[in-house]
């Protein structure tokens, strides 16, 4: 199984500052199958980045991802107030097919 | 305008079946996969298990003794079945479109709450 650990579990910031989070895997993970979402109360996730690197329809180029292997790294250049929410890194191979990390809560400091 | 429309669920009783269907529209179905993801209450994200058109499934070890993901392409609809729930089941279910080949999750139901409580 493919284990993905994200860090920090809750990382504090303020608006206009960058904001890197991290994911860690088990065991190498091809960057066509490393996506990142982003998850507010009460609503679905929202596909920010897929293939490691390439941006959703629609994703301000603030976020950007990059990685290979075993680490991960999605970067918010300039946070913004809506930004601030739960952040989960996502694979897809191995068995089970798809496992998510735990998530990082990115919290208005 | 993809859009996944999700019902069924609501409060079970432990040791029943959870029945969630998952309705597709504004695209193609045959060329995707769909998946049923669920989170626990305050908990992260835990993939359940996908299908495509042709009636493929791939489920997560976890689960895969108890659940059932079946899909009727005449109604571009799947649905999922999780047998003899307990409270540990208790989540907001989610279906999503699983995109190939880089396999990722663009589109998603707005979610159902399920609780199993006696």
């Known amino acids: 199984e493919v284990v993905l650990t994200q860090s920090p579990d809750t990382l504090s910031l303020s608006p206009g500052e960058r904001a890197t989070l991290s994911c860690g895997a088990s065991q190498t993970v091809s960057s066509a199958y490393l996506a990142w979402y982003q998850q507010k109360p009460g609503q679905a996730p929202r596909l920010l980045i897929y293939?490691?690197?390439s941006r959703a329809t629609g994703v301000p180029d603030r976020f950007s991802g990059s990685g290979s292997g075993t680490d991960f790294t999605l970067t918010i250049s300039r946070l913004e107030p809506a930004d601030f929410a739960v952040y989960y890194c996502q694979q897809h191979g191995g068995s089970p097919r798809v496992t998510f990390g735990q998530g990082t809560r990115l919290e208005i400091k | 305008q993809v859009q996944l429309q999700q019902w069924g669920g609501g409060l079970l009783k432990p040791s029943e079946t959870l029945s969630l269907t998952c309705a597709v529209s504004?695209?193609?179905?045959?060329?995707?996969?769909w998946s049923w993801i669920r989170q626990a209450p305050g908990k992260g994200l835990e993939w359940i298990g996908e299908i495509n058109h042709g009636g493929y499934t791939n489920y997560n070890p976890s689960l895969a003794s108890r659940v059932t993901i079946s899909v009727d392409t005449s109604k571009n609809q799947f649905s999922l079945k999780l047998r003899s729930v307990t409270a540990a089941d208790t989540a907001v279910y989610y279906c999503?479109?699983?995109?190939?080949?880089?396999?990722?999750?663009?589109?998603w139901g707005q979610g159902t709450l399920v609780t199993v409580s006696s």
């Open positions: 293939g490691a690197s």
């Open positions: 504004g695209e193609s179905f045959t060329a995707y996969h």
């Open positions: 999503a479109r699983l995109k190939p080949p880089r396999y990722f999750f663009d589109y």
